[in-house]
């Protein structure tokens, strides 16, 4: 009995320091936490100091002046186009220029046209060079164009004639023989040479740039075969 006594005296002497090692724990780990809770509630109180961030310096190169971005057009017809004419089209390659710089031009209805975005950085007026200003000579009286036997039809009211006329043209692209009684050079150098006045016209240095011009044409097997030419 006096041995069992004994063993249960120790084993109660032991469980009691255990027990007050784990409440002086619970104790150190309470004060802990409330240390920290006073802590943030101190730093929420505290105003917050906002430093300015200090100068950025790049280490990269200046921006190139050269690489700047311009947006144009190096790809435009007028009326000196045999397709651009038969379409109704009338503008000359100063309308062209002038529709560029933001400026305003009529449509062959009647109305105005102008560009929405503003004026174009550059611009190139590139009618074709095959036939460069026939249709117009065709389509003014007196001249000798006007007087080829189906140059009227290519302005008929009756499609069938403007398509059969206007195939005379392109089997004269896909096979590259020229109309014998559309080739008179002149017609084609005065075209040419309002293109290129045009162009030295409407050129202002610093502001707006022209270029001279023309679209080569070819339909080699009926592939189409078209380049423009600055």
Same mark, same amino acid.
């Given at each position: 009995?006096?041995?069992?006594?004994?063993?249960?005296?120790?084993?109660?002497?032991?469980?009691?320091?255990?027990?007050?090692?784990?409440?002086?724990?619970?104790?150190?780990?309470?004060?802990?936490?409330?240390?920290?809770?006073?802590?943030?509630?101190?730093?929420?109180?505290?105003?917050?100091?906002?430093?300015?961030?200090?100068?950025?310096?790049?280490?990269?190169?200046?921006?190139?002046?050269?690489?700047?971005?311009?947006?144009?057009?190096l790809h435009l017809h007028t009326r000196n186009s045999?397709?651009?004419?038969?379409?109704?089209?009338?503008?000359?390659?100063?309308?062209?220029?002038?529709?560029?710089?933001?400026?305003?031009?009529?449509?062959?209805?009647?109305?105005?046209?102008?560009?929405?975005?503003?004026?174009?950085?550059?611009?190139?007026?590139?009618?074709?060079?095959?036939?460069?200003?026939?249709? !117009?000579?065709?389509?003014? =009286? @007196?001249?000798?164009?006007?007087? #080829?036997? /189906?140059?009227?039809?290519?302005?008929?009211?009756? &499609?069938?004639?403007?398509?059969?006329?206007?195939?005379?043209?392109?089997?004269?692209?896909?096979?590259?023989?020229?109309?014998?009684?559309?080739?008179?050079p002149s017609a084609t150098g005065s075209a040419w040479?309002?293109?290129?006045?045009?162009? !030295?016209?409407?050129?202002? =240095? @610093?502001?707006?740039?022209?270029? #001279?011009? /023309?679209?080569?044409?070819?339909?080699?097997?009926? &592939?189409?075969?078209?380049?423009?030419?600055?």
């Open positions: 009995m006096t041995g069992s006594f004994r063993l249960s005296r120790k084993a109660q002497s032991s469980g009691a320091k255990g027990a007050r090692k784990f409440g002086s724990g619970v104790l150190v780990i309470a004060v802990a936490v409330a240390a920290c809770a006073q802590s943030e509630r101190h730093s929420a109180d505290m105003p917050q100091v906002m430093r300015p961030a200090g100068e950025v310096v790049s280490d990269g190169e200046a921006p190139n002046p050269l690489r700047n971005a311009y947006f144009g057009d045999y397709d651009a004419y038969l379409f109704n089209v009338r503008a000359s390659p100063d309308d062209a220029y002038t529709y560029a710089k933001g400026g305003t031009i009529r449509h062959p209805l009647g109305y105005d046209l102008r560009l929405k975005s503003g004026a174009l950085d550059f611009l190139a007026v590139t009618d074709h060079a095959e036939y460069l200003g026939v249709l !117009r000579a065709i389509d003014t =009286p @007196g001249t000798e164009y006007s007087k #080829v036997p /189906y140059a009227r039809s290519l302005f008929s009211s009756d &499609r069938s004639e403007v398509f059969d006329a206007f195939g005379r043209f392109v089997t004269s692209l896909r096979t590259g023989i020229v109309l014998p009684e559309l080739s008179d040479q309002q293109t290129i006045d045009s162009a !030295r016209r409407n050129y202002e =240095p @610093g502001k707006f740039t022209t270029f #001279v011009g /023309y679209e080569f044409t070819s339909l080699p097997g009926t &592939r189409n075969l078209h380049r423009n030419v600055i």
